[in-house]
Every structure is written in structure tokens, then in C-alpha cells.
């Protein structure tokens, strides 16, 4: 158990909607990072907060955002949904900035977009 | 920018034989970090093993270790007695203080075969 916890595990839903992936990152994590793992992109990096402020941005579509709590939990938002976005979806969080932290990996969230 | 680059789309190996998993690695940065993770068939992703650039005796992690040759630029994860568990995808990843996040390989599947 790596401590971040990651909810709902499994999401199913259909074209056009919205969801809220929901990331409580390990006791004492400052940044919470957001990666998404498809069959044909693999895994890839999508937005990264610290401390409540976004930090670095990847791939991310226009229609996905974040935002990370004061208690430090942060949610993905993902909206007018497409059969593409359909992936597993995982919340990572490590102490601090550094770019190369072990990186501590929740369960992830899967959506299966009909 | 980086790029991990894992030649070996899947692999087997006999139980409690040593197995050798490829990965070479590009980037500018002088200082970065060379990660290893396990994904299980269940989804989650696992931290096996890190080393630094500036480390000087490769990194060690119970059964598995990690064959660091800087001027190849590859970090080489070898598991010494493969056991039935050990079968998944296997990523390596690289860090930079540069870029927040890490940046994973297209990833190998193992399977242990009894």
C-alpha cells in the first residue's frame, strides 16, 4: 500500500459527460501529480500541483483540469468525454518539487467511456 | 527533453532463473533519476528501485538490482530468482529536476513460466 488513495476505482460512463476523479495524496505530500495510461499512448504525464498551486503542466486536453484542496487532496475533472478518454487514470505524490522523487502511485482510477 | 526507450516488448523466463529487462535512457541533464516500476495484472503501479546519476555502485533492491552504465546511458533492471509473482509490465522511468514529472518507457511484460 503506497498510501495514496485514489476514488472511485472504476468509472463507467458515456460520451459527452462529465466525472471527477478524486487523489488523496500519502500523509505529509505536498504534490500531487496526475498521469493517464492508455493501450496507444502509454503513460503520460498530465498536470502536477504543489502545494495547492499548479506546477507544471503535460499533455493535458483542454476539456480535462485540476485543482488541489487545502487539505491537500486534488481532483481531475474530465468533461465532454470521448470514447478516447477512456484509460486508467493514476494520482502519484511525492514530498516535495523535485522532478526526480520517487514518485508514490495510487491504485488508479479506471473510466470506460461508452 | 527525455525519452526511455525499452526494446523488449514482453519476455519470459523460467522460475528461479535470473532475468535481465532493458532500458536506455536520453536526456541533457547531468543530474537526473533512473526509476523501475511493476504493474501487476490488477493495475497498480509498483516502486521497485531508484538510482541516481551520481551514484556510484548500482542500486539494490532485495532480489532485484539495477545495472547502471552511465556512458551507455542505459539502467538495466536484473530480478535474480524470478518467482510467479514477478510476472507483469515492467517500466522504467527517468526524472529530471528540470521537469517535474517522470518520464516512463513503453514498458516490457514478464512472464514467469513454472
Known amino acids: 500500500d503506497s498510501g495514496v488513495t485514489q476514488t472511485p476505482k472504476h468509472l463507467i460512463t458515456a460520451t459527452g459527460q462529465r466525472v471527477t476523479l478524486r487523489c488523496s495524496p500519502r500523509?505529509?505530500?505536498?504534490?500531487v501529480y496526475w498521469y493517464q495510461q492508455s493501450l496507444d499512448q502509454g503513460l503520460q504525464f498530465l498536470i502536477q500541483?504543489?502545494?495547492?498551486?499548479?506546477?507544471a503542466k503535460g499533455n493535458i486536453l483542454e476539456r480535462f483540469s485540476a485543482q488541489q484542496f487545502p487539505d491537500l487532496h486534488s481532483e481531475l475533472n474530465l468533461s465532454s468525454l470521448e470514447l478516447g478518454d477512456s484509460a486508467l487514470y493514476f494520482c502519484?505524490?511525492?514530498?516535495?518539487?523535485?522532478?526526480?522523487?520517487?514518485?508514490?502511485f495510487g491504485p488508479g482510477t479506471r473510466l470506460t467511456v461508452l | 527533453a527525455q525519452k526511455i526507450t525499452q526494446t523488449q516488448p514482453g519476455m519470459f523466463v523460467q522460475e528461479k532463473e535470473a532475468v535481465t529487462l532493458d532500458c536506455t535512457y536520453d536526456?541533457?541533464?547531468?543530474?537526473?533519476?533512473l526509476f523501475w516500476y511493476k504493474q501487476p495484472s490488477s493495475g497498480e503501479m509498483i516502486f521497485l528501485i531508484y538510482?541516481?546519476?551520481?551514484?556510484?555502485q548500482n542500486a539494490t533492491e532485495g532480489r532485484y538490482s539495477l545495472n547502471f552504465q552511465k556512458a551507455r546511458k542505459s539502467a538495466n533492471l536484473v530480478i535474480s530468482a524470478s518467482q510467479l509473482g514477478d510476472s507483469a509490465m515492467y517500466f522504467c522511468?527517468?526524472?529530471?529536476?528540470?521537469?517535474?514529472?517522470?518520464?516512463f518507457g513503453s514498458g516490457t511484460r514478464l512472464q514467469v513460466q513454472p
Open positions: 502519484a505524490s511525492t514530498p516535495g518539487l523535485a522532478g526526480f522523487d520517487e514518485q508514490f
Open positions: 500523509s505529509g505530500d505536498l504534490s
Open positions: 500541483y504543489y502545494n495547492g498551486e499548479e506546477r
Open positions: 536526456t541533457s541533464d547531468q543530474s537526473y533519476g
Open positions: 538510482q541516481g546519476s551520481y551514484d556510484e
Open positions: 522511468a527517468i526524472g529530471t529536476p528540470g521537469r517535474r514529472a517522470l518520464t
